[in-house]
């Protein structure tokens, strides 16, 4: 007999709860309102320099740096 302990009937480690969202609300809040001020830079950027590669460089830095201050000033 060995001294393994027996497995098959043992119920899963999370059985009976229920999962937690995949985001909170903060975290939601942040990265809709990071994407919007990204989308806004690249526009922008776009209707002045007329380059697209600049425009998405652009807003992809801005969204970038916005996460962190966004974070920080809601919730």
């Known amino acids: 007999m060995s001294s ?12 009976g709860q229920e999962p937690g969202p995949l985001l909170t609300a903060h975290a939601a ?4 309102m990071a994407i919007l001020i990204g989308m806004v830079i690249g526009v922008l ?16 830095t801005g969204s970038g740096f916005s996460i962190p201050v966004l974070h920080k000033h809601i919730g």
């Not at 393994?4 to 059985?15: K, L, Y």
């Not at 776009?46 to 807003?59: E, K, M, Q, R």
């Open 4 to 15: 393994e302990p027996d497995i098959r009937n043992a119920a899963p480690s999370g059985a």
């Open 29 to 32: 809040i942040v990265l809709m």
């Open 45 to 60: 950027t776009f209707l002045s320099v007329g380059d697209a590669a600049a425009a998405l460089l652009a807003g992809l």
